[in-house]
């Protein structure tokens, strides 16, 4: 497609329930990554993909949460045994490829609620 | 420290006047690329405009200009005859060499156009 590509676009789970999260970078983009940004809040970096390198998931915020790409395309992120205070919107964006010059495009972001 | 710092919550226009909004960074980095993201009520990231540490002229893309003073570390958004549909959340953000290539959001800035 065109764009960045999330789905669903809006999940809503009960706790302790796992859900998963699904990215379509741009096509050609090397580089993709998750961010999540709760409610009036700004984002917050979560996981990058850079080719066949391993990932920086410096930024995931416990072990419930995981990520992977498959074939240096599509990714999923993985949350376990869903909190309430994972109720986010989740935007996955990507780039052609790393370097400052390279701009990140967003997706529409998937809504998550945990009831 | 703070890596970007949007120090308007808030802000006015009226229409077909101009606004500004405020960003200033952190970087130690000596390339590094700054960014501005319009988020409308959609959640939707739109990137809107790019400026790289080491261009020398100011960013321009239609209604949207960057007024980069490096010296002083600030990368204000100028928006020049705002329109009602300018009317969303915009965040400035950064991406360094060093920083592992992901992008560092501000808190962002509210803007409502009024009539």
């Known amino acids: 497609g065109a764009g960045v590509s999330q789905s669903p676009s809006n999940k809503v789970t009960e706790k302790g329930k796992d859900v998963e999260l699904r990215c379509d970078p741009i096509s050609g983009h090397t580089a993709l990554y998750w961010y999540r940004q709760s409610l009036g809040q700004g984002l917050e970096f979560l996981i990058y993909?850079?080719?066949?390198?391993?990932?920086?998931k410096s930024g995931l915020p416990s072990d419930r949460f995981s990520a992977e790409r498959t074939g240096g395309s599509v990714s999923t992120l993985t949350i376990q045994r869903t909190q309430q205070e994972d109720s986010a919107v989740y935007l996955c964006a990507s780039s052609l490829a790393l370097g400052p010059g390279n701009t990140i495009y967003f997706g529409e972001g998937s809504w998550l609620t945990v009831v | 420290a703070q890596k970007i710092t949007q120090t308007q919550p808030g802000m006015f226009v009226q229409e077909k006047e101009a606004v500004t909004l405020d960003c200033t960074y952190d970087?130690?980095?000596?390339?590094?690329?700054l960014f501005w993201y319009k988020q409308p009520s959609s959640g939707e990231m739109i990137f809107l405009i790019y400026q790289g540490s080491y261009d020398e002229q100011n960013a321009t893309e239609g209604r949207y200009s960057l007024n980069f003073q490096k010296a002083r570390k600030s990368a204000n958004l100028v928006i020049s005859a705002s329109q009602l549909g300018d009317s969303a959340m915009y965040f400035c953000a950064m991406r360094e060499t060093g920083g592992g290539n992901k992008l560092t959001f501000g808190t962002g800035t509210q803007l409502k156009v009024e009539l």
């Open positions: 970087t130690s980095d000596q390339s590094y690329g």
């Open positions: 993909f850079q080719g066949n390198s391993a990932p920086d």
